[in-house]
């Protein structure tokens, strides 16, 4: 529980050091539903970690009523993610999000409906999506990559990349 608190705690300054907006920790905590949808996903996650899918996806839906994000449960999610006016963020089950990202609203890492396992993108660590952004598939986004509004990611990029408009194979 210690832990839990503490990584919550890590992902709230993290969201003030990055938001000019933010004035302090305490209002992170009270106000940003991109802090709020953090907290219904780690309960989530270690619920569909213990196979109670159901009791998974209520607290995830639950999460989605109230934030307007939608992150399944199976998504794995690594430290401090910023999500910046989440409303309309989707985050599908085979997701991969490494540490230190920053996702903007509207912004999509789904499926094609082409795969059966490994679905949804693999981000590497410190990669940024702009808003109404479009990553479909199991692709690998590197480290450092920088994907920007309205693009839609349909292969891998590499690391130290900024992507624009539509890149597909």
Known sequence: MINFLKSLYRDAKNITRKDPAARNVLEVILLYPGFHILVYHKVAHFLYKKKLYFLARLISQTGRFFTGVEIHPGAKIGKRLFIDHGMGIVIGETSKIGD?????????????GKDLIKRHPTLGNNVMVGCGSKILGPINI??????????????????????????KK
Do not use: P
Not at 100 to 107: E, F, K, L, P, R
Not at 153 to 165: A, C, F, H, Y
């Open 100 to 112: 230190d990202c920053t996702i903007y609203h509207q912004a999509t890492l789904g499926g094609t």
């Open 142 to 167: 590197g480290d450092n990559v920088k994907i920007g509004a309205g693009a839609i990611v349909l292969k891998d990029v590499e690391e130290n990349s900024t992507v624009i408009g539509v890149y």
